[in-house]
């Protein structure tokens, strides 16, 4: 049961909020997985970098692709060779549907030459250890795709674990360099937690201030029953406590977390895709299968701990992200004060959450963390951030909202008599003006 009297506080943080944690920025990523992957049939132009070529030939700008925008076009892939049934029939849009870039992008022979149970691929350049057997009915085409992409998720793991590391004997997360950022955000969440139940949601793939929280006291449900530190054992997610306790301090991972594994043995035997917590981070590529599921009628997706690319909101019925974004739905609907920290509005299920609490909650105060967050207001130019939040996530009439515009100091505007707050900085410097 919820207690709705009760004021609650929700934290969304998107990527830019983990930027001086050490966390990584859209750029860097993308530029690490053109240089990272399988290479096309040259076998020297990688696959990743001449999905990015080709889309800028066709006239998109550099802002409009990044590592997201080539894992989406990766995943499109292995939808478009899967098979429909187990007759292996094309799926429905190989059917009408042709690629232009087989004779470049499929680098890859079927070992033996047979496509059978159990086959498998040669990739060149790539070590066989790498390579999984085929048990679950994939085309030879698709099933390149799918290692390719548990390759890009193993680089953006690998970035992700030099600033998220966190065990005992060793931490990356508390470290000299961070003590006053990481002593900043838990004197606020000790600031917050007084008088409200703390709600935090990252779209980010760590525990970084799940960790910090539980260091200073504050007893932060995961998902998973287990506090700062992860046992060496398999912790699974307790999926009726995310669905049925509203009235604990969360930090729920929406797009997963690289401390996730997807179980899908148990005692020999082959089970339905779950999600466990272990404590180190996780290389997809050493998995010891491919989880895949049909979420529509002839269309496989890949089940992996993190999830990026475009098709978040087909990936999010899946547990446990779908019980994770039902709770932030219901969060956004009923808290008191919201916080958007570095999130850039990329993903529609989020920010349909958003509109909901904008149009329904009605004692909703939101506050808009971003250094990118433009301090003047143009009316005339749909380019701008502000208007775009404006048109695009809060439905408010950019005209209306000027009028109210109340400048406190040049990073920090208030609207609406304070229902809407701009915080034109980023995280640390965020941190340190709630703190004064």
Same mark, same amino acid.
């Given at each position: 049961?919820?207690?709705?009297?009760?004021?609650?506080?929700?934290?969304?943080?998107?990527?830019?909020?983990?930027?001086?944690?050490?966390?990584?920025?859209?750029?860097?990523?993308?530029?690490?997985?053109?240089?990272?992957?399988?290479?096309?049939?040259?076998?020297?132009?990688?696959?990743?970098?001449?999905?990015?070529?080709?889309?800028?030939?066709?006239?998109?700008?550099?802002?409009?692709?990044?590592?997201?925008?080539?894992?989406?076009?990766?995943?499109?892939?292995?939808?478009?060779?899967?098979?429909?049934?187990?007759?292996?029939?094309?799926?429905?849009?190989?059917?009408?549907?042709?690629?232009?870039?087989?004779?470049?992008?499929?680098?890859?022979?079927?070992?033996?030459?047979?496509?059978?149970?159990?086959?498998?691929?040669?990739?060149?350049?790539?070590?066989?250890?790498?390579?999984?057997?085929?048990?679950?009915?994939?085309?030879?085409?698709?099933?390149?795709?799918?290692?390719?992409?548990?390759?890009?998720?193993?680089?953006?793991?690998?970035?992700?674990?030099?600033?998220?590391?966190?065990?005992?004997?060793?931490?990356?997360?508390?470290?000299?360099?961070?003590?006053?950022?990481?002593?900043?955000?838990?004197?606020?969440?000790? $600031?917050? /937690?007084?008088? &409200?139940?703390? +709600?935090?949601?990252?779209?980010?793939? @760590? *525990?970084?201030?799940?960790?910090?929280? %539980?260091?200073?006291?504050?007893?932060?449900?995961?998902?998973?029953?287990?506090?700062?530190?992860?046992?060496?054992?398999?912790?699974?997610?307790?999926?009726?406590?995310?669905?049925?306790?509203?009235?604990?301090?969360?930090?729920?991972?929406?797009?997963?977390?690289?401390?996730?594994?997807?179980?899908?043995?148990?005692?020999?035997?082959?089970?339905?895709?779950?999600?466990?917590?272990?404590?180190?981070?996780?290389?997809?590529?050493?998995?010891?299968?491919?989880?895949?599921?049909?979420?529509?009628?002839?269309?496989?997706?890949?089940?992996?701990?993190?999830?990026?690319?475009?098709?978040?909101? $087909?990936? /999010?019925?899946? &547990?446990?992200? +779908?019980?994770?974004?039902?709770?932030? @739905? *219901?969060?956004?609907?009923?808290?008191? %004060?919201?916080?958007?920290?570095?999130?850039?509005?990329?993903?529609?299920?989020?920010?349909?959450?958003?509109?909901?609490?904008?149009?329904?909650?009605?004692?909703?105060?939101?506050?808009?963390?971003?250094?990118?967050?433009?301090?003047?207001?143009?009316?005339?130019?749909?380019?701008?951030?502000?208007?775009?939040?404006?048109?695009?996530?809060?439905?408010?009439?950019?005209?209306?909202?000027?009028?109210?515009?109340?400048?406190?100091?040049?990073?920090?505007?208030?609207?609406?008599?304070?229902?809407?707050?701009?915080?034109?900085?980023?995280?640390?410097?965020?941190?340190?003006?709630?703190?004064?």
């Amino acid at each position: 049961m919820m207690d709705e009297d009760k004021k609650r506080t929700v934290i969304l943080f998107g990527a830019g909020a983990v930027i001086d944690f050490g966390g990584p920025t859209t750029w860097e990523l993308t530029e690490s997985i053109k240089d990272y992957g399988f290479y096309c049939k040259d076998n020297e132009t990688r696959i990743t970098k001449f999905i990015y070529e080709v889309l800028s030939k066709e006239g998109y700008d550099e802002t409009e692709i990044n590592f997201e925008t080539i894992i989406n076009i990766i995943e499109d892939f292995i939808i478009y060779y899967s098979y429909a049934d187990r007759k292996k029939t094309n799926s429905f849009s190989k059917v009408f549907l042709d690629s232009k870039f087989e004779n470049e992008l499929l680098n890859f022979s079927i070992r033996g030459g047979e496509e059978k149970h159990g086959y498998t691929i040669d990739i060149p350049k790539v070590s066989q250890d790498f390579i999984k057997n085929s048990y679950s009915n994939e085309s030879p085409k698709q099933f390149f795709f799918q290692h390719l992409l548990l390759n890009l998720l193993t680089d953006i793991s690998n970035r992700i674990s030099k600033y998220t590391y966190h065990t005992k004997g060793h931490s990356l997360v508390v470290t000299d360099e961070k003590k006053e950022l990481n002593e900043n955000f838990q004197n606020w969440m000790k $600031q917050i /937690s007084k008088n &409200s139940i703390l +709600r935090m949601y990252t779209l980010n793939y @760590d *525990r970084v201030f799940k960790i910090l929280s %539980e260091r200073v006291g504050i007893k932060v449900f995961e998902g998973f029953d287990t506090g700062e530190f992860v046992p060496q054992e398999n912790v699974n997610i307790d999926l009726k406590k995310i669905l049925s306790d509203f009235d604990c301090n969360v930090h729920y991972s929406l797009h997963g977390s690289v401390f996730w594994r997807i179980k899908t043995r148990e005692n020999g035997f082959e089970i339905d895709p779950q999600v466990i917590l272990k404590p180190d981070p996780g290389l997809p590529i050493n998995s010891t299968d491919l989880p895949m599921l049909e979420m529509e009628k002839g269309k496989n997706i890949l089940m992996s701990n993190i999830v990026t690319g475009y098709h978040k909101t $087909q990936k /999010s019925f899946l &547990s446990p992200f +779908r019980q994770m974004q039902s709770t932030f @739905d *219901r969060d956004c609907m009923l808290t008191n %004060e919201m916080y958007i920290i570095g999130y850039s509005f990329g993903d529609a299920h989020i920010n349909t959450s958003i509109k909901n609490a904008v149009v329904h909650n009605e004692k909703l105060v939101l506050n808009f963390v971003d250094p990118s967050l433009s301090n003047v207001i143009d009316i005339d130019s749909n380019k701008n951030n502000m208007e775009r939040i404006l048109i695009d996530i809060l439905k408010k009439e950019s005209l209306a909202m000027v009028k109210s515009q109340k400048i406190i100091r040049d990073d920090y505007h208030e609207y609406f008599n304070g229902k809407i707050k701009i915080n034109i900085v980023g995280m640390k410097d965020f941190l340190k003006a709630q703190l004064m």
